[in-house]
T-cell receptor
C-alpha cells in the first residue's frame, strides 16, 4: 500500500490479557517508530527501530511492553497483562531515516490502534 | 528533552489567515522546526519544516526569526477542513519526535 497501515484499528481487552498490535510501514523505509497517545495529549515516543535493530526503547513504560521487527519491515508491539492505564491509541510511523540527521526525515504515521482495557 | 510552548486552542473563520506561534527557548543548533497536523482518529501528518527565515509550500508558510526561539505557522485562507490539532516540534539528531499538547484550531463557518 501507499501508506503505513496498522491492525487492528480497535482492540478491546480485559485487564490481564495480552495484546499484539501490528504495523506495516511504507516499503523501503528504514526507520520505524511506535508512539502512545492518550486522550487529549500529543503522541509520546515508545521505541525506535532501524531495520531490524531496536536502537531505542527508552519510552516503553514497563517491561510488559515489547516490540519487534524481525525482518526489518513489519513490526509488532506486544503488551502483556494489560492494565487500564494502557488504554490509548498506539501509533506507528516510518521514515526513510537514512543518514546522520535522520531526525529531519518526515515521519509517516499510520491511523493508529485504539486499545481499550476494561 | 526540548520543550515547545504553543496556545492550547484557537478559533478562526473560513477564509481568514491563521497564524499559530510556538516558542522553543532551548532549541539546539542542529534542530529543525517541524509542524504536524492531526485530525481525529488519524495519525499526525507532516505539514512543513524549516531551519531559519521563511519556508513556504503548497499548504503553509513557516516563519522563523534569526534567534530561532520561536516560529509561526501560517495557514492562508483556512477552510472548515483545516480544523485539527497542530503540533510544533523539534526534529534533529534525536530520532524520535517530541510532541507537546498541540493547538486545537477550530475553523468556524
Amino acid at each position: 500500500g501507499a501508506g503505513v497501515s496498522q491492525s487492528p484499528r480497535y482492540k478491546v481487552a480485559k485487564r490481564g490479557q495480552d495484546v499484539a498490535l501490528r504495523c506495516d510501514p511504507i516499503s523501503g523505509h528504514v526507520s520505524l517508530f511506535w508512539y502512545q497517545q492518550a486522550l487529549g495529549q500529543g503522541p509520546e515516543f515508545l521505541t525506535y527501530f532501524q531495520n531490524e535493530a531496536q536502537l531505542d526503547k527508552s519510552g516503553l513504560p514497563s517491561d510488559r511492553f515489547f516490540a519487534e521487527r524481525p525482518e526489518g519491515s513489519v513490526s509488532t508491539l506486544k503488551i502483556q497483562r494489560t492494565q487500564q492505564e494502557d488504554s490509548a491509541v498506539y501509533l506507528c510511523a516510518s521514515s526513510l531515516g537514512r543518514g546522520r540527521d535522520r531526525g529531519h526525515n518526515e515521519q509517516f504515521f499510520g491511523p493508529g490502534t485504539r486499545l481499550t482495557v476494561l | 528533552l526540548a520543550k515547545t510552548t504553543q496556545p492550547i486552542s484557537m478559533d478562526s473563520y473560513e477564509g481568514q489567515e491563521v497564524n499559530i506561534t510556538c516558542s522553543h527557548n532551548n532549541i539546539a543548533t542542529n534542530d529543525y522546526i517541524t509542524w504536524y497536523q492531526q485530525f481525529p482518529s488519524q495519525g499526525p501528518r507532516f505539514i512543513i519544516q524549516g531551519y531559519k527565515t521563511k519556508v513556504t509550500n503548497e499548504v503553509a508558510s513557516l516563519f522563523i526569526p534569526a534567534d530561532r526561539k520561536s516560529s509561526t505557522l501560517s495557514l492562508p485562507r483556512v477552510s472548515l477542513s483545516d480544523t485539527a490539532v497542530y503540533y510544533c516540534l523539534f526534529s534533529g539528531s534525536a530520532r524520535q519526535l517530541t510532541f507537546g499538547s498541540g493547538t486545537q484550531l477550530t475553523v468556524l463557518p
